[in-house]
């Protein structure tokens, strides 16, 4: 999956947890400060793409991610992990 069709699937998941609409994401945006996410979105965003992509996301490698490419980045390795467990 090319990182362009990831950053497409996440911004599905985040419209349908947050039921807003994020026109313009790009990989510099704030989750916090620039889409207004708190914990409580980012714990159902989390639960959105574990279950869309079948993998797990430790709670430490969100205390890393501030912004829409930081979570695209770590998405990009957790499915090449899987994709490399599976075969």
């Known amino acids: 999956m090319n990182r362009p ?3 497409a699937i996440v911004l599905e998941l985040l419209e349908k947890e ?7 994401l790009e990989d510099t945006t704030s989750l916090r400060q620039g889409l207004n996410l708190d914990s409580l979105d980012m714990a159902g965003l989390v639960l959105h793409i574990e279950s869309r992509f079948g993998i797990q996301i430790e709670t430490e490698l969100l205390e890393n991610i501030k912004t829409v490419g930081n979570l695209l980045d770590m998405l990009e390795k957790k499915i090449a992990t899987k ?3 599976a075969a």
């Open 83 to 85: 994709g490399k467990q």
């Open 18 to 24: 947050t039921g807003e609409s994020y026109p313009g």
């Open 5 to 7: 069709e990831l950053s």
